[in-house]
């Protein structure tokens, strides 16, 4: 420290450095190490010096610890440039240069780093390049050492260009690029790692760490972190689209369990609104989706008018669907029948039948309209708005299917007449389903072994099934004959032909039933009194054969129910089918199939009623009697062979009528 050196040799020497630099945009920097021959007050009065930093020969680190040293000397001082020897009269002089020579060797390195990169994606990408394959690494071989790809896992600050096959700082590369260190040359230390490339593969893991215990690589990591962060702006714009996001997703899963419930035919309300089953199912899928739970508590989209006019929107959306597939077939029928809900609300459901080109039969419902009349002229002002609301021309109509009501079928002011009256070409057809129920239905109304039958069966069925206790007793029963359970199926009051069913699981579980009234005969009391009545009846012959009988008969007119019933069914399968079921009735309406038929019964009913017998004949008095003769059997064989025959005429006519 005896001697200093004046400023300008040091002015002049950088200057031309960063003009020699600039043009030939060389990668060798600011020659920083030229200034270690002259003396060291001199180069503190310079005008421009670099960060008080020891050199390290990057292929040499026998003063590593030097370098450590004086580095953690050198962070603890409050500036970077250090000036305590100059005078403020020299500070003044060389404002203006050092801020002329600063942004120079800035704009320098900063070019020189720009050079450096590669055209490629491992020095244009946003974050640091990792080798992917162990490939990448081969050609980096030199004196038989290469990069290896643990080291990029042990620092992620490290970045490989795949030109140069060299690594370098991506913070580092970074800060320097966009200027962060406006007041530090690069320093030899830093220009391994930033603008040269690193490949010390021999030192190179104690040259990570002492690159990574600077001040310089902290602060850049530092800034270009924050500088990478978004601004509160973007912040809040970005915070708005997640919820705007997050709260369109929940109002989708909404629809879709509503969607859901409507679909199952389930309520969406329930005792409260907090117990209904759509907050419920909503609950349910929030597991999956913790976002559900606010909206949930929010509330704003689940009140009750909100909820019916999304269900309105869904049907109406069903509904468009629909009657676009049905203006495209162009031709269509109507299917309407009118009903009573509990709400003593009388309506009208109102279907559409069409075919397409390849003769597909589709069935579809447009929804229920409520009447405040039953009178035809309102039943046809409710289907002309209901084909006006949908786009649907009555002249396109050519088919009509009601029952059999007169305001329906009437031939002169039913719906049907009325509708003729706009369009000739629609065609009155009689539900076919009807005529089935309304032929199975006189055939019970006349034949008296049937009827018979179907009034007991309907009241053993009620009188087991209406009570804990007996279906308790019923299943002991079943468990002391070692059978397996199986329910007794009610029988339906207005599905006439929906019979077979029911009389099977009777037929099924005769014997424990049996049983079950026998043991249920011993009580006192009305229950007791009519569990013995229906036991006796069980024991009868006669009922077991007409019970067979009837699951004879029924068997046959479920199956076409079920025939005509179905959606790809057209009116020649109707009658088809209608035909073979008659012609079934006419085979079977013989000798010989009535004796293979009452060999069974008899067979079946051993162990289960008592033998058959004649019934007393009774002799009406003769003022009453209009007929004399009375028929007289001389057989038990004979006398069912008579009920036998009578109810297959009688199904066989009734058919005929309503078919034909």
Same mark, same amino acid.
């Not at 260009?161 to 260190?181: G, L, S």
């Given at each position: 420290m005896?001697s200093k050196?004046?400023a ?11 003009k020699?630099? %600039?043009? @030939?945009?060389? !990668?060798?920097g600011i020659?920083?190490?030229? =200034? +270690?021959t002259? #003396? ?5 009065e310079?005008p ?12 040499h680190?026998?003063n ?9 000397e ?6 970077i440039?250090d000036?305590s ?6 500070n003044?002089? %060389?404002t @203006?240069?050092? !801020?002329?020579n600063?942004?120079?060797?800035? =704009? +320098?390195?900063? #070019?020189?780093?720009?050079m450096s990169?590669?055209d490629?994606?491992?020095?244009n990408?946003s ?11 081969v050609?980096?071989t ?5 990069c ?9 600050w490290?970045?490989f ?21 406006p ?8 220009r ?5 490339g690193?490949c010390?593969?021999k030192?190179?893991?104690s040259?990570f760490k ?6 310089m690589?902290a ?7 924050q500088?990478t962060k ?5 912040q ?10 997050q709260r369109?997703?929940?109002l989708?899963?909404q629809i ?10 389930l ?5 409260s ?6 907050i419920q199912l909503?609950?349910l899928?929030?597991?999956?989706n913790?976002?559900?739970t606010?909206?949930?508590n929010?509330?704003?989209?689940l009140s ?7 269900c ?7 509904i ?7 203006s495209?077939r162009?031709?269509?029928s109507l ?15 109102i279907?559409?039948?069409s075919?397409?080109?390849n003769?597909?039969i589709f069935e579809?419902?447009?929804?229920l309209y ?6 035809a ?14 786009g649907?021309n ?6 009509q ?8 079928s009437g031939i002169?002011?039913?719906v ?8 000739p070409k629609?065609?009155y057809?009689?539900c ?15 034949c008296?072994?049937?009827?018979t039958?179907?009034?007991?069966v309907?009241?053993?069925?009620d009188?087991v099934r209406?009570?804990?206790k007996?279906?308790?007793i019923?299943?002991?029963i ?11 199926t009610p029988?339906c ?12 699981s ?6 424990p039933?049996?049983?079950?009234l026998?043991?249920?005969?011993e009580?006192k009391g ?14 009868n ?7 067979k009988?009837?699951?004879?008969i029924?068997?046959a ?8 019933q ?14 073979s ?6 085979r079977?309406?013989?000798d010989?199939s009535?004796k ?5 019964v008899?067979k ?5 009623t008592?033998?058959p017998?004649?019934?007393?004949h009774?002799r009406p008095p ?11 059997f ?11 025959i009578?109810a297959?005429?009688i199904?066989v006519n009734?058919?005929?009528n309503?078919?034909?």
């Open positions: 005896a050196r004046c300008g040799s040091i002015l002049e020497y950088f200057t031309k450095k960063v020699s630099t %600039t043009t @030939s945009v060389s !990668t060798e020659g920083i190490t030229d =200034l +270690s002259n #003396s060291g007050d001199e180069a503190l310079a421009f010096v670099t960060q008080t930093t020891p050199l390290v020969n990057p292929l680190l026998s590593a610890n030097n370098l450590l040293e004086n580095n953690d050198s962070e603890n001082r409050p500036e440039f000036n020897d100059k005078s403020p009269n020299e003044n002089q %060389t @203006s240069t050092q !801020t002329t600063l942004s120079t060797s800035n =704009l +320098s390195t900063q #070019s020189v780093i720009l990169k590669c490629l994606y491992c020095c990408s974050t640091p390049y990792h080798p992917v394959r162990n490939d990448e690494l050609l980096t030199i004196d038989k050492r290469s290896q790809k643990q080291w990029f896992w042990d620092h992620t490290l970045t260009c795949k030109v140069k096959k060299k690594v370098f700082c991506y913070p580092c590369r970074v800060a320097f690029e966009r200027e962060i260190h007041n530090t040359t690069l320093h030899p230390t830093y391994s790692f930033v603008t040269e690193f010390d593969w030192n190179a893991r040259r002492l690159h990574e215990s600077t001040k690589h602060t850049s990591i530092y800034v270009v972190d500088q978004p601004t509160i702006t973007a809040l714009i970005s915070a708005t689209k997640r919820q705007q996001e369109r997703k929940a989708s899963i879709s369990c509503i969607v859901y419930l409507l679909r199952q035919g309520a969406l309300r329930g005792h609104d907090i117990e209904s089953n759509l909503l609950k899928r929030s597991i999956d913790d976002f559900l606010e909206w949930i929010d509330k704003k989209y009750h008018d909100i909820i019916n006019e999304l309105k929107e869904i049907y109406l959306l069903i468009r669907d629909i009657v676009k597939e049905i495209n162009k031709w269509f299917i309407c029948d009118e009903t009573c809900d509990e709400s003593t609300l009388e309506q009208l459901c279907g559409i039948r075919v397409d080109d003769y597909e579809d419902i447009l929804g409520e009447l405040s009349r039953q009178d002229p309102t039943i046809v002002e409710a289907i002309r708005d209901v084909l006006t609301r949908c649907l009555v002249l396109d109509c050519r088919g299917g009601y029952d059999s009501a007169s305001n329906m002169y002011g039913g049907s007449a009325l509708i003729l009256n706009q369009q629609a065609m057809v009689h076919i389903a009807h005529c089935l129920d309304l032929a199975v239905h006189d055939l019970t109304n006349q008296a072994t049937i009827s039958c179907i009034s007991f309907k009241e053993i069925i009188f209406r009570s804990p007996r279906l308790a019923l299943k002991e079943f468990n002391q004959l070692s059978m397996s359970y199986s329910n007794l029988l009051p207005m599905r006439w032909t929906m019979r077979a069913e029911s009389y099977n009777l037929l099924k579980n005769y014997e039933v049996q049983e079950a026998y043991s249920l005969a009580e009305g229950p007791g009194i009519k569990a013995n009545g229906l036991y006796g009846q069980m024991n012959f006669n009922f077991f054969f007409g019970l009988l009837g699951h004879l029924f068997s007119t479920e199956k076409l129910s079920r025939t005509i179905g959606v790809n069914c057209c009116l020649q399968y109707v009658l088809c089918a209608a035909e079921v008659i012609h079934h009735f006419q079977i309406r013989d010989n009535f293979s038929f009452y060999s069974g008899v079946d009913s051993e162990d289960l008592d033998k017998i004649l019934p007393r009774r003769k003022r009453y009697d209009s007929n004399p003769a009375v028929a007289k001389s057989s038990c064989e004979e006398f069912y062979r008579q009920q036998y009578e297959l005429e199904v009734m058919l005929k309503r078919f034909t």
